[in-house]
């Protein structure tokens, strides 16, 4: 190998690792952008629940305070079985309302996982024998386009002689 072949060699196989390298950090970030995108729709399916509670909340205690009135109105007593019943009914209500929505937001909570988890495994990283892999073949590429290993450079090996006819090689003397 001659001089310049040598230094195109180097140049390639450093500039193949160091793209390595920026794919790996382009892929770290990517993988930090997908999670912290995950914990933001976490966080505003939390929020999102629990305004959805507090406004069935606000509903049973509107509910509680209607049935109160019309038993006030209509002179009910308000310490009857009757009346406590569908006080507790209310209470019973609003207890499912709330199972129900931490079930959806469980659930919408470990499909995202299984999303942000998905789309995390596609991420490929490449590792130190891989950059140093693709530095090598670089390098190989590089010294067979300038001649290496296809019988385009100088070749110290002796040559055959022919004589003039075309005809087989004829023995030394």
């Not at 196989?13 to 995108?37: F, P, S, Y």
């Not at 590089?142 to 006819?165: D, I, L, Q």
């Not at 075309?166 to 030394?172: D, F, M, Q, R, T």
Request: charged fraction near 20%; proline fraction near 2%; aromatic fraction near 2%.
């Amino acid at each position: 190998m001659c001089e310049p072949v040598t230094i195109m060699m180097g140049v390639m196989a450093v500039a193949a690792v160091a793209a390595g390298v920026e794919a790996n950090k382009a892929t770290k970030r990517q993988e930090r952008a997908l999670k912290h995108q995950a914990e933001v729709a976490a966080e505003e399916r939390a929020d999102a629940a629990s305004a959805e509670m507090n406004e069935r909340s606000r509903a049973a205690r509107r509910n509680r305070a209607a049935a109160r009135a019309a038993a006030s109105e209509g002179g009910i007593n308000l310490d009857s079985g009757s009346f406590l019943a569908q006080l507790q009914a209310f209470d019973a209500q609003m207890d499912m309302d709330a199972g129900l929505v931490q079930k959806g937001t469980d659930n919408a909570l470990r499909a995202q996982t299984a999303q942000t988890n998905s789309a995390l495994a596609g991420l490929s990283y490449k590792t130190g024998l891989g950059l140093a892999l693709d530095g090598a073949s670089a390098a190989a590429g590089t010294y067979t386009g300038m001649g290496g290993f296809s019988g385009g450079g100088a070749s110290t090996a002796p040559k055959a002689r022919t004589s003039s006819k075309g005809g087989s090689p004829k023995p030394k003397n």
